[in-house]
């Protein structure tokens, strides 16, 4: 279906069909279905799912009076929850994963549930990442939660993202931004407290969040402020397909796809839970492997390719991992972000080299940034002039009226230095 980008009066969390999708207190871990309702033998049928998800999800609390929780979160690990970046930039101070600070007092209390003055608090140690591009941020526990299992987030796009029966839950506020008489009858006056919240999905809707344009699964689970980080549940398996993070009051709510954070692998080497491993789990030998020994090797091995090829073991690499980086983003910036444009910038290297480069990664511009690091550390020579030679200049005739190529041309230049030194000291 077509995407349209939403950009006007996207909020956070609302209720869309007051009517038809109600708000379930929960109690002692459990809920109840009252009345002829719509949902009773939808939610009978999926108890036994819902009872083993719902001691997961928990309340952000502070310690500011005036201000007493800020959202929902739920376990994605056994010390690791998962919220919304704009809840955690309440007392979050950072972007990414690096020299991140907390609030003081901040806690995730798993029960806070209607008519019982209970509490499972858990002390946020730190925050282990907000995200820079979607709505979400994980925060580490002070202590494992072991009796609680964490849930799991799907890695997989479902066939059908319309009409999936689903449930978020979470902790829904009062919001005076929507008619009271509407809140009252969807939340029966229950707010604050653990709740759960049926729906259905209603397909995928373009929305702009934090000055980008993101794809997120829509669904009209009736919501409120409170809930932004509440998990949105998939009746049938019992995954997470979404984390609420947005809504539109009596149009849609908005959550951030579970198989899009599965793609980014910063999210899952932070320990994130999700229901399949994307990459086998002995991948990451290959990196360790490759010693700086393990390097000359691999480029003696491709030295036989060619009579021309020779190795400098002076060389260590042209770039700093900083420049690689800018490089790349160069690149990507220059549209190169497909794999038959990327298979274009190794054209002129022997494809038993291209084949030898580190070749994993979840997508075209993982594999691009993977080998564009080898290429930088090869000591090797094919023919007149080194892979990395070769790469950028490729790039820069295929694209010589685009601005980048300029940025391009100054790393083009220092390689050609580099090289002509390189010859001259062997």
Known sequence: MAIVFKQD??????????????????RDGSFEVIGKSMWRDTLEDARSTLESVIPAVGRVNTVDSSMPYVGSAFLVGKDLVMTTRHVA???????????????????????????????MEVDVSEAVFIHPYFDVAALRLARTVTHVPPLVLATRKPEDTENREIAAIGYPAFDARNDAGVMSAVFKDNYNRKSLMPGRTT???GVQSFGSNITTLAHDASTSGGTGGAP???????EVL???FAGRYLVSNYAVPSWDLARDPRIRQHGVSFAEQLEPTWMHTWDVARTDEEISDAALSVEALSEQSKLNPAFDQFFSFD????IYQILVAMGLTKGAEIATLFNGMPPEF??????HGNSPNELLLNRLQSINRFPIVLGAHSPLYILLTTAVTLNQFDPKSAELNRFLERVIQIERRLAEES
């Open 9 to 26: 009066d996207a909020v956070l969390e609302s209720i869309i069909a007051a009517q038809l999708r109600p708000a379930l207190p929960i």
């Open 89 to 119: 930039a309440i007392f979050v101070k950072g972007v990414g994963d690096q020299r991140l600070s907390v609030g003081d007092g901040i806690s995730i209390d798993f029960l806070c549930e209607m008519g019982s003055p209970n509490k």
């Open 203 to 205: 397909g995928v809707e």
């Open 232 to 238: 949105i549940v998939d009746l049938q398996s019992g």
């Open 242 to 244: 979404g984390v609420q």
């Open 323 to 326: 420049e690689v980086l800018e």
């Open 354 to 359: 291209v084949g030898s480069l580190r070749a």
